[in-house]
């Protein structure tokens, strides 16, 4: 398993941008793939974006072309782009790793999670 840790959350006002960072700890980051997810208040953790070790993406159609998800192997790091922020956009976001070839947009199939970064959207 590797460990995460967010960063790059913050508060911004509807229509602005944020990046979030999150970086694993160990040497075999690049078999993994990764993933996005959020959680508001109330709500159940959802998908955002996972990206799969080989590149390919998957996003959450509320965020289809407003998110772009990245990886950068060299630096053990996947980024989220949010652009277009909108307030219900507001939620913590957790990355997730699972080991191997796939992805998933359910929670139960990533063995490992962060500690989650908070995004306010103002209106």
């Known amino acids: 398993q590797v460990q995460l840790v967010e960063s790059g959350g913050g508060l911004v006002q509807a229509g602005g941008s944020l990046r979030l960072s999150c970086v694993a700890s160990?040497?075999?980051?690049?078999?993994?793939?990764m993933a996005w997810f959020r959680q508001a208040p109330g709500k159940e953790r959802e998908f955002v974006a996972a990206?799969?070790?080989?590149?390919?993406?998957d996003y959450s159609n509320s965020v289809k072309g407003r998110f772009t998800i990245s990886r950068d192997n060299a630096k053990n790091t996947v980024y989220l782009q949010m652009d277009s922020l909108k307030p219900d956009d507001t939620a913590v976001y957790y990355c997730?790793?699972?080991?191997?070839?796939?992805?998933?947009?359910?929670?139960?199939?990533?063995?490992?999670w962060g500690q989650g970064t908070q995004v306010t959207v103002s209106s």
């Open positions: 997730a790793s699972q080991y191997g070839s796939g992805w998933s947009r359910s929670r139960y199939e990533y063995t490992s």
């Open positions: 160990g040497r075999t980051f690049s078999s993994y793939g």
């Open positions: 990206m799969t070790r080989s590149g390919d993406t």
